[in-house]
Nanobody, 122 residues
Framework: QVQLVESGGGLVQAGGSLRLSCNAS???????MGWFRQAPGRQREFLAQ????????NYAASVKGRFTVFRDNAKSALYLQMNSLKVEDTAIYYC????????????????WGQGTQVTVSS
């Protein structure tokens, strides 16, 4: 089964930017991949999805226009470019994958990374 490792989290001021990376242990051509986040005391929230067949990306309303998901299958990697960060974006960010299909909920993904902390200060 594919293993996922996130990186790129950290502390940033409000209005700043971060780029998260997710590196997979095998080729990602047949995987739909997504980003989620979970803040303390809250449910894991869908952020963005990159469809396995390429080209199609979906976003949650809360991040659309600020976050961009993109992938590099040659590097078995998924990225999340986060701009105009807000204090409420503070959370642990997770990468997820599923073979084929689509997924906008936690239950629709089979593989998860360990998460990377993003903290946005005011």
């Amino acid at each position: 089964q594919v293993q996922l490792v996130e990186s790129g989290g950290g502390l940033v001021q409000a209005g700043g930017s971060l780029r998260l990376s997710c590196n997979a242990s095998e080729r990602t051509d047949t995987y739909t991949m997504g980003w989620f986040r979970q803040a303390p005391g809250r449910q894991r929230e869908f952020l963005a999805q990159s469809f396995w067949a390429g080209g199609i990306r979906n976003y949650a309303a809360s991040v659309k226009g600020r976050f961009t998901v993109f992938r590099d299958n040659a590097k078995s990697a998924l990225y999340l470019q986060m701009n105009s960060l807000k204090v409420e974006d503070t959370a642990i960010y997770y990468c997820a994958a599923r073979e084929y299909g689509v997924g906008v909920t936690r239950d629709e993904y089979d593989y998860w990374g360990q998460g990377t902390q993003v903290t946005v200060s005011s």
